[in-house]
């Protein structure tokens, strides 16, 4: 069985299925009628953490062992008191080594929970950076929605900012630099874009079966990296269009991408009506677009940043991604076929897998 | 001592309790003293800046208030969700 998390407009949705047979149906709902930007099973401690932003009351990381029971809320997530701005948002949390969960929020900031999510401490030599830097935000604020561990190296971390580019630390967040070199922001002059640090990722991804390459979803490009995140690569060539948000890869295929391109920064919807995911199986030098099963006209979707996930690999990889339209579509063969997961849904922000 | 009274899950938050004296002379020490008797509030009403959160109305009396507004003994102080929060 497959479980599926989807943080919604309108709550947290738990979905079970089986990707053989294209059949889910919901479990569970928590939060109703409050936005849940996000949530995740914890492969440690089998947990259940979810970020919920309650339009009056801020945002909360709450976690339960039971989506349909109790939720309990989590300490520490919020700024120091007397900063001069607010957490706004929780966009993620990603599991690290050893039963570290890392989270990544608006206005670009960093925690982390050593205890299974119950408690959370700020990273703040991320956060000095942010002040000193004055990072600018992207449309959707200043979103650290990218968090992606090195697997066996606990200290090493890579996280993605909108809009202020990629970030590495190799001690554990006590120093950060940055990785950005190659990648080119369309939307500044070109004389402008040498150096820039407003830089826009939409998304950042590791391969887990080799660590030094990595993806991005750029605003306008798609990316990769051959050196864990320094230098970029453009690789968007062949697709209908390289603006899009969300990445997914297969672990078991570093050359492995999934991407689903949305017409442009102008109009964020599946190009032409046609709702379909371009697959490289070598690292970008060719996209083969896979849509069977899925509508290939009139359907007009938005697919968010975090709505993409995968579980499992190779020929058994499954891959599911919502839209802001309330459909869920997933695969259960790479992307082969497609099947409806889920549809009549609130607007999806997020989807998690696991099986 | 002000009376607060709380609504929803801010009610759940301070013990199940519809209203609270809390000693006080302004808005933001109301609060604060109200956090100080249920940490679970602190997050809730008041960010990290001590700013009322923006879609959380505070009436003193029947009057909208902010952070700032004085708070006397016997004073009723409302806390309540804004029209503006939910989409």
Known sequence: MTELLLGTKKGLFVLEGDAGAGEFEIRARAFPGEPVDFAMRDPASKRVLATVTSPFYGPKIWFTDDPAGEWTQAEGVALPEGSDEALERIWVIVPGDGGTLWAGGDPGVLFESRDGGQSWELNRALRRHRIDDNWQPGGGGLCLHSIVPWPGEPDKLSLAVSAAGVWHTDDHGETWRRGNQGIAPRYLPEEAREGATQLCVHRMERSPSMPERMFILFHWGVYRSDDAGQSWTEIGEGLPSDFGFPIALDPADPDSAYVIPLKGDFDRVTPDGNVCVYETRDAGATWTPRGEGMPDRDAYLTVLRRAFDRTGEGRALQLYFGATSGDVFGSGNAGETWFTAATRLPPVFSVTASA | ?87
């Open chain 2, 1 to 87: 001592m002000a009376l607060v009274c709380l609504h929803g899950p801010l009610r759940n938050l301070a013990g199940g309790c519809a209203t609270q004296e809390v000693s006080g002379a302004d808005v933001k020490s109301v609060l604060r003293g109200l956090e100080d008797l249920h940490p679970s509030v602190s997050g809730w009403i008041l960010d990290e800046r001590g700013t009322i959160r923006r879609h959380i109305n505070v009436f003193v009396n029947g009057e909208r208030g902010g952070e700032e507004t004085t708070v006397a003994v016997g004073d009723r102080v409302e806390v309540l969700p804004a029209i503006t929060g939910g989409t």
